[in-house]
């Protein structure tokens, strides 16, 4: 099966740049998506197809993918960044579903 | 503007039915994949399948399979989920997502999500 990893946890302060990793086996050859999903909201796509930005999300998200790690990488983070973040990818092998999320990372704003 | 509103919470009984909704608007309605995820309490995001609101042609993931029953009403353009024998550990948030193409890509928009909680 294909499993995507995600830190269960990441901190930083404000103003700061945060990191938060989905590893994967050659995840680099796959579209990685990550969503920002706040408590009591419904999820919001921030990065689509490893890097490209939806319209309305700041230009302080940014994504990569390369190897077994996509990165998700917020600038200059703000209290209003803090919230659980989850990559997507599908895999179309036949041994698992085809939606496969991480386990997600929680990013705390100290 | 692209919306999917979702039916309201709901609380059942270990064995009942249920049948939720998903309402989208403001796009063509037939042109697109409505995934539904849930969520239980304190984990994170499941995919359960998705339905090409076209032709009703569905995709379930196998822990869901034979679980749920997704299915569309294109005439009122109206995606759902439902369950013919709730258990205790459906308690969960639902959530339905616009997907495009062949729904292979990202989910572009969510509904608000619904939350369901089977209690005896």
């Known amino acids: 099966s294909y499993v995507l990893t995600q830190p269960p946890s990441v901190s930083v302060a404000p103003g700061q740049t945060a990191r938060i990793t989905c590893g994967g086996n050659n995840i680099g050859s796959k579209s990685v998506h990550w969503y920002q999903k706040k408590a009591g909201q419904a999820p919001v796509v921030v990065v689509s197809d490893d890097s490209d930005r939806p319209s309305g999300i700041p230009e302080r998200f940014s994504g990569s993918n390369s190897g077994n790690t996509a990165t998700l990488t917020i600038s200059r983070v703000e209290v209003g960044d803090e919230a659980d973040y989850y990559c997507?990818?599908?895999?179309?092998?036949?041994?698992?579903?085809?939606?496969?999320f991480g386990g997600g990372t929680k990013l705390t704003v100290l | 503007e692209v919306q999917l509103v979702q039916s309201g919470a709901e609380v059942k009984k270990p064995g009942e039915s249920l049948k939720i909704s998903c309402k989208g608007s403001?796009?063509?309605?037939?042109?697109?994949?409505i995934a539904w995820v849930r969520q239980m309490p304190g984990k994170g995001l499941e995919w359960m399948g998705s339905?090409?609101?076209?032709?009703?042609?569905?995709r379930y993931s196998p822990p869901f399979q034979g679980q749920v029953t997704i299915s569309a009403d294109k005439s009122i353009s109206i995606v759902y989920l439902q369950w013919s024998s709730l258990k205790a550990s459906d308690t969960a948030m639902y959530y339905c997502?616009?997907?495009?193409?062949?729904?292979?890509?990202?989910?572009?928009?969510w509904g608000q999500g619904t939350l369901v909680t089977v209690s005896s």
């Open positions: 403001g796009y063509r309605f037939t042109n697109y994949w």
């Open positions: 997507h990818v599908w895999d179309s092998s036949t041994d698992h579903p085809p939606v496969i």
């Open positions: 339905i090409y609101a076209g032709d009703s042609v569905t």
């Open positions: 997502a616009r997907c495009g193409g062949d729904c292979t890509g990202h989910f572009d928009y």
